[in-house]
């Protein structure tokens, strides 16, 4: 039942042109909205959002309405309902925060699931449901979703954070590499969620992004301290701060580029995470001969995976680097056969 966020992709992608609903679970801040969002892109569908846990039971029902001199009602459709009557092409109702509903808003969304007919309206066929929950577990407000409820969805996945995916997509969306070389170096740092009645903070995909975006905006040293305990936790503001202080005495970037045939090897385990994670950022088509220079000699230095590492990121960022003669060069040396795989 549990699934990493490309497997969740694959099944919303497919489970989406088939037209079957699916239900997602997980903890919160893990990426659930966004993993539906990219499946939604991919199948090249519209997008209704509703979010149940502040609607009443006519939001998915329509509104009564007097007719015939008040002896009947009718149920006028609005909002979300109204869009799904509408549409013409592949649409994705996603529900979310589906277990903070209550049972009459639940009961309500419930003959939409499967009979896709309330009142009288009828669904088109192009209109496919997903709805993701928090568990009971994670104090979200959940109080469970009913029976009824649950067996509407072809499939009942929990979502969890895989570590290599997230800094992929990190790295590619603006967070800084160095707290994606933190990631590499502390993975049980990017998803240590633990439920909690305080105004606290703990470490999540969600909350470690706002961490990183705290970290860019050059606050003082205490309050950048205190911000970062408010976003991820104490714990993980600390470790990130000794994190940056490591970083800062590594050889930098530029000197690494300069004369990678002479520049410093780090031998701790986290610096050599950063000094991969900060080049495979910086590389590009006109550099990566000079980068795997400096790789060659982590790989002849018993370093050889950091050396993976960085060209894997570098042709992750820009496939384009592949096409240059440097990197055809590369594949012919003992490290390009180590990372094959990933070009091939």
Request: hydrophobic residues 45%; aromatic residues 6%.
């Amino acid at each position: 039942m549990t699934l990493n966020p490309s497997q969740l992709l694959t099944l919303l992608s497919s489970a989406f042109l088939a037209r079957l609903p699916v239900l997602i679970t997980g903890a919160p801040g893990i990426g659930k909205s966004d993993v539906v969002d990219q499946a939604r892109i991919a199948a090249n569908a519209d997008l209704i959002l509703s979010h149940p846990a502040v609607e009443d039971p006519t939001d998915a029902k329509g509104f009564p309405w007097p007719k015939d001199g008040g002896e009947e009602a009718t149920f006028l459709p609005f909002g979300a309902l109204a869009k799904a009557l509408q549409a013409t092409r592949l649409t994705v109702w996603f529900v979310d925060d589906l277990g903070q509903a209550s049972p009459a808003v639940q009961a309500a969304y419930m003959q939409l699931f499967l009979a896709r007919r309330v009142n009288g309206h009828i669904l088109p066929d192009c209109v496919v449901f997903v709805a993701a929950t928090n568990r009971r577990t994670d104090r979200a407000g959940v109080s469970g979703i009913l029976e009824p409820v649950k067996s509407r969805f072809a499939t009942i996945v929990e979502l969890e954070p895989d570590v290599d995916q997230w800094c992929q997509w990190a790295l590619s969306s603006g967070v800084s590499p160095m707290t994606v070389a933190f990631i590499r170096f502390r993975p049980e740092l990017l998803s240590a969620f633990e439920p909690s009645a305080d105004l606290v903070n703990s470490p999540s995909p969600r909350t470690v992004v706002h961490a990183d975006r705290i970290l860019s905006l050059g606050l003082p040293e205490d309050v950048q301290a205190a911000a970062l305990a408010g976003a991820a936790g104490e714990g993980w503001a600390a470790e990130r701060l000794g994190f940056e202080r490591l970083y800062k005495s590594l050889p930098s970037r530029d000197a690494i580029l300069l004369n990678p045939a002479a520049a410093a090897i780090p031998s701790d385990p986290s610096a050599l995470y950063a000094v991969a994670t900060m080049l495979g950022a910086a590389a590009n088509p006109q550099n990566i001969g000079r980068i795997a220079t400096y790789c060659g000699r982590l790989l002849d230095a018993a370093h050889g995976e950091f050396a993976v590492l960085t060209i894997r990121d570098a042709i992750r960022r820009d496939p384009s680097i592949c096409q240059t003669p440097d990197f055809v060069n590369l594949v012919s040396t003992p490290l390009g056969s180590l990372i094959s795989g990933d070009f091939s």
